[in-house]
């Protein structure tokens, strides 16, 4: 069973950054996605960042310009570099990874709040 948990959340200021996490228990090679999701009290989850194959990324219109999603496939660990926080960032972060077979993976989250 894939396992995928999350870290590096945290209280983080507005105008500040935060680098997150995702370390996979297989290798992040076998996934045919991986992103970030995130959701916030009272609302949908939604998409904040994914690589959708080897040399392709997506971005949510609401981090664009402000966040980064990367992988290190020797670490089997996802991330996600955020800049420029604001409050409206604040939300449960959650890794996704899938795989053929429509098989879909999601970590516990990790929260995020931005606040002064």
């Known amino acids: 069973q894939v396992q995928l948990v999350e870290s590096g959340g945290g209280l983080v200021q507005p105008g500040g950054s935060l680098r997150l996490s995702c370390a996979a228990s297989h290798s992040i090679l076998s996934f045919n996605e991986m992103g970030w999701y995130r959701q916030a009290p009272g609302k949908e989850r939604e998409l904040v960042a994914a690589?959708?194959?080897?040399?392709?990324?997506k971005y949510g219109d609401i981090v664009k310009g402000r966040a980064t999603i990367s992988r290190d496939s020797a670490k089997n660990t996802l991330y996600l570099q955020m800049n420029n926080l604001k409050p409206e960032d604040t939300a449960v972060y959650y890794c996704?990874?899938?795989?053929?077979?429509?098989?879909?993976?999601w970590g516990q989250g990790t929260q995020v709040t931005v606040s002064s």
């Open positions: 996704r990874a899938t795989q053929s077979g429509r098989r879909e993976y």
């Open positions: 690589i959708p194959s080897l040399f392709s990324t």
